[in-house]
């Protein structure tokens, strides 16, 4: 057994097999973050992101400018790039709006938005929001959708760290980072 964080390969134990049977999937292939993942089947059970079901409180829109935001802020080409490609446009992010995830453009965003990315932003740098952000945090969200967003920021670092830690490379559909406006 490797001491490496690396994903792996088939074939698979029957137990993780099983598990690994409920991530998406394209064509029968199954991404390099999910066999990391499978290195352990508790983590591999713990770690469904079962944030991005359709019961979710939020609109795909709000979920992934979460997301985005969260990846880019700890620097998570692999999972920002993935989530870029399969769901930017789903979620009618223009192209300035993906790329000031990364880059920190404002003026692109409603304001509710720019409140959003506020947020994400203190809970990525203190875990804490500051008294304007936390007014503006519970007026434009419910304790559902406030907790819905809490949950993407936490899953998406947890997200970020492994893929980071395990130097995965970017799959070859997934979107690079901006390098500058």
Request: aromatic fraction near 8%; proline fraction near 7%; charge should be negative.
């Amino acid at each position: 057994m490797s001491n490496s964080l690396v994903p792996i390969e088939a074939p698979f134990p029957p137990d993780v097999a099983s598990i690994l049977a409920k991530y998406p999937q394209q064509d029968g292939y199954i991404l390099s973050l999910f066999r990391t993942f499978a290195n352990s089947p508790r983590f591999l059970t713990k770690a469904v992101p079962n944030l991005l079901d359709k019961g979710s409180p939020l609109t795909l829109r709000t979920r992934e400018i979460v997301i985005l935001r969260t990846t880019a802020k700890r620097r998570c080409e692999y999972e920002w790039g993935v989530h870029v490609a399969i769901f930017a446009r789903a979620a009618r992010l223009t192209e300035d709006q993906v790329r000031a995830t990364v880059l920190d453009d404002t003026e692109c965003w409603s304001p509710s938005e720019r409140g959003l990315i506020s947020a994400v932003d203190q809970l990525c740098d203190t875990a804490i929001l500051d008294d304007k952000t936390g007014a503006q945090f519970r007026e434009d969200w419910n304790v559902q959708e406030q907790l819905e967003i809490l949950a993407l920021v936490g899953n998406y670092t947890t997200i970020s760290l492994v893929a980071n830690v395990a130097s995965l490379p970017r799959e070859p559909f997934a979107a690079r980072f901006p390098t500058s406006n």
